[in-house]
């Protein structure tokens, strides 16, 4: 099947770092990417990571790649409430298209 | 604004009606595709265009569904005699051309919401 998960919700506390997993289906997909939805508004690529790398790090966020068990990961430190929004990884297919995780809803509270 | 947009971005209608929604791409793009996300899911692909050429679609669009890219610019859905579980955010994304070894980012518009009663 291509089920990408994630773990539905996360909820921590402002400054402190957050850390969502994923868990992709194929063991071949060259980029992965994390994107980020608020209400009201369409989806916007965070990062994305390319197959050759174990780790990226990109200002606050920090994406670790284990491909043996194809699994991702997306570290936000110091997280801010205009953190709070519902995350989603996601691998690339055929023709570019992408394959969306079920979405972890992530809240900060102050 | 030089973004990708969607009309309308919300559509109520009753069940058996038909609706289309619109597309139009970030203007030198020649790709874009269209996704469908339920409540509580990630978008789900359900077709792909590469200038007016339809390259592939997803057994999630029945033959209720059908996408147009007449001049390769802008994009149509239109889905027949709705149902309640046509229910969705469809969301449309658009991308430059291929790029070897590149991100190829997919800018994403802010959907269109449907509501079938």
């Known amino acids: 099947g291509e089920d990408v998960e994630q773990s539905l919700f996360l909820s921590v506390r402002e400054g402190d770092s957050s850390v969502i997993n994923c868990t992709y289906t194929d063991s071949s997909s060259t980029y992965l990417y994390w994107y980020k939805q608020e209400p009201g508004a369409g989806l916007q690529l965070l990062t994305y990571i390319f197959s050759n790398m174990d780790m990226k790090q990109d200002q606050r966020l920090t994406v670790l790649l284990n491909k043996k068990d194809k699994h991702l990961s997306l570290r936000i430190a110091d997280t801010q409430t205009g953190d709070s929004a519902i995350y989603f990884c996601?691998?690339?297919?055929?023709?570019?298209?992408?394959?969306f995780g079920t979405g972890t809803r992530l809240l900060v509270s102050p | 604004d030089t973004g990708v947009s969607q009309d309308p971005r919300h559509k109520i209608t009753k069940r058996g009606q038909n609706v289309t929604f619109r597309c139009d791409p970030i203007s030198e793009h020649n790709r874009l595709y269209w996704y469908r996300q339920t409540l509580g899911q990630g978008p789900e692909f359900l077709t792909y265009f590469q200038n007016e050429a339809q390259l592939e679609k997803s057994r999630l669009l029945s033959d209720r569904f059908s996408a147009e890219r007449p001049k390769g610019s802008f994009s149509t859905l239109e889905i027949q005699r709705t149902e309640q579980g046509d229910s969705a955010m469809y969301l449309c994304a658009s991308m430059g051309a291929e790029l070897a070894g590149g991100l190829n980012e997919q800018f994403f518009g802010p959907g269109t919401r449907l509501t079938v009663l």
């Open positions: 996601a691998e690339r297919k055929s023709f570019q298209k992408l394959v």
